[in-house]
């Protein structure tokens, strides 16, 4: 539709409820699609990493996240910067989104046999120099993107994944051999999308204790914290639009023995490290340092992403001090005790001593409220695992009773 001589595609959908019909829409801006990949919120490191992996030949560049974090606009702004006549790009996307001039478009069409691993390998066909496959939604369409990304094409894809590194084991989760993964897999892309303070209403203030040692665990120095004050450019909010945080894995042939020789996964993590590449949260706490979001917003999204780590954890059987123990929103004395608990049977006492020590963070006048919502969330989680778990379902009531008092 046409609105203002400005074109916007409406996205709908439909459901019949008990009381009325019930209507999503998503909007889709066709003029303001992000065709400049140095407007996508890269800081200069990852910026360079990226425009690097993607003008690699061959090898596969995927982009993960969760439904909403940008992985579309990440993607039509790498294929909008390889765009030219010399190279032929084909995308096979569901929907097509945005229409991009000079790249071969194809829509998924199912009711006639055309899903994304029959239509790549009809792309294969046609010469293509670079491939771009909306989603990687199963083992065949993973292995074909694969085996076309290992025979002199370039293949971007997106996939549901929590962060950069768990990509790997996904796709052998997948049923796709190690040895595929380790050979074709170029680099991958992890990012979310976090409020943006509003421009009209922010304030600085000063930083709390509490905020200065999460800086400073990321060997980072702050003295100004930006947040918005509420005015009515942004409803009163404080926040005004969104922006992306990411994180840039690149393979290194280190990485590469590990994922062949099976090794843990937390080789994988070290390796990472070694390399100095930039995570979500520090990414997003480089963002807090420069005014652009506030502390919160990063916070709420490591919150999230630990409950379904603990969650993934509990599920599974694993410990659910592991989860929280890889995150700086965890302090190392409550992952500690949390350990403890699992190892001499005493989770139920271990987990009520640490709401205590949140309680008094409290009480003690320090900035910790922030800090107590984690492990509620996270002990509330256990409850709800806890029907998966029984050895540890009436623990967690006590530790409701606990709290609640």
Same mark, same amino acid.
């Given at each position: 539709?046409d609105?203002?001589? /400005? ?15 019930k ?6 801006d ?7 990949? /140095?407007?996508?919120? $890269? ?11 993607? &003008? ?9 996240g ?19 006549? !010399? ?6 996307e ?17 009711? =006639?046999?055309?899903? $994304? ?8 066909r046609?010469?293509?120099n670079?491939? #771009? ?10 292995? =074909? ?38 050979t ?7 990012q ?11 304030? !600085? ?8 040692e ?5 060997? @980072? ?11 009515p450019?942004?409803? #009163? ?13 690149v ?15 937390s080789?994988?993590r ?6 100095h590449?930039?995570f ?16 919160n ?9 630990? @409950? ?10 694993q ?21 403890i608990g &699992?190892?001499?049977?005493s ?8 709401a205590? $020590?949140? !309680? ?21 989680l ?13 623990? @967690? ?9």
């Amino acid at each position: 539709m046409d609105i203002d001589f /400005h074109l916007v595609d409406l996205r709908v959908s439909t459901l019949p409820t008990i009381y009325s019909e019930k209507i999503v829409m998503r909007v889709l801006d066709l003029g303001a699609a992000l065709n400049d990949i /140095h407007k996508l919120g $890269f800081n200069q490191l990852n910026l360079q990493r990226f425009i690097d992996l993607i &003008e690699r030949p061959t090898g596969i560049v995927l982009i993960t996240g969760p439904t909403g974090s940008g992985k579309s606009s990440t993607l039509y702004a790498a294929l909008n910067h390889l765009n030219s006549e !010399e190279v032929n790009i084909i995308t096979i996307e569901d929907p097509v989104e945005y229409e991009i001039e000079g790249v071969n478009q194809i829509q998924v069409n199912p009711n =006639v046999g055309l899903t $994304f691993a029959q239509g790549l390998r009809s792309i294969l066909r046609q010469d293509p120099n670079i491939i #771009m496959v909306g989603e990687i939604r199963d083992r065949e369409t993973a292995e =074909v993107a694969i085996r076309a990304s290992l025979t002199g094409h370039l293949v971007l894809s997106t996939l549901h994944t929590n962060d950069a590194l768990s990509t790997i084991t996904r796709l052998i989760d997948m049923g796709i051999e190690p040895f595929l993964v380790a050979t074709s897999l170029a680099g991958v892309v992890s990012q979310r999308l976090v409020r943006r303070v509003c421009r009209d209403c922010r304030e !600085e203030r000063e930083p709390t204790k509490r905020k200065i040692e999460i800086f400073a665990r990321h060997g @980072m120095k702050i003295e100004k914290l930006i947040r918005g004050r509420g005015c009515p450019t942004c409803n #009163m909010t404080g926040y005004r639009g969104r922006m992306a945080v990411h994180e840039l894995l690149v393979m290194t042939e280190e990485m590469r023995r590990v994922i062949l020789n099976k090794e843990p996964f937390s080789k994988l993590r070290e390796l990472a490290i070694k390399n100095h590449m930039i995570f979500l949260i520090d990414d997003g706490l480089l963002k807090v340092k420069q005014g652009l979001t506030t502390l919160n917003v990063v916070e709420n999204e490591v919150i999230a992403k630990v @409950m379904k780590q603990a969650r993934d954890a509990l599920e599974s059987g694993q410990s659910l001090a592991e989860p929280m123990r890889r995150h700086w929103a965890s302090p190392p004395l409550v992952t500690q005790m949390i350990a403890i608990g &699992e190892e001499t049977g005493s989770l139920d006492a271990m987990l009520a001593k640490v709401a205590d $020590f949140y !309680e008094a963070e409290v009480d003690a006048g320090t900035d910790r409220l922030k800090s107590l919502i984690e492990p509620l969330m996270i002990v509330l989680l256990a409850g709800l695992v806890g029907t998966i778990v029984t050895s540890i379902t009436v623990p @967690m009531y006590d530790v409701f009773n606990h709290i609640q008092q």
